[in-house]
């Protein structure tokens, strides 16, 4: 599955402006099926310039969350 570019704002205006752990990414496509290169939280819309970016953001809220007590 992928996420075309926009559908990522929706998403975030859904998801609000709540804590996320990112649990899982899909790839960004264009309007034409072309990948744009990020990844796309299928939670909160958040966008990262590929799947390093979002493994290292996922570490950070994962233990921001812990800090937290969740």
């Not at 744009?36 to 809220?61: L, N, P």
């Amino acid at each position: 599955m992928a996420i075309k570019i926009g559908e990522s704002d929706k998403l975030a205006k859904q998801w609000g402006n709540k804590p996320c752990s990112h649990p899982s990414v899909e790839k960004e496509i264009d309007w034409y099926g072309m990948q744009t290169g990020d990844v796309i939280c299928t939670q909160c819309g958040a966008a990262f310039f590929g799947k390093d970016a979002w493994r290292k953001a996922r570490e950070k809220a994962l233990e921001e969350e812990k800090k937290r007590g969740k």
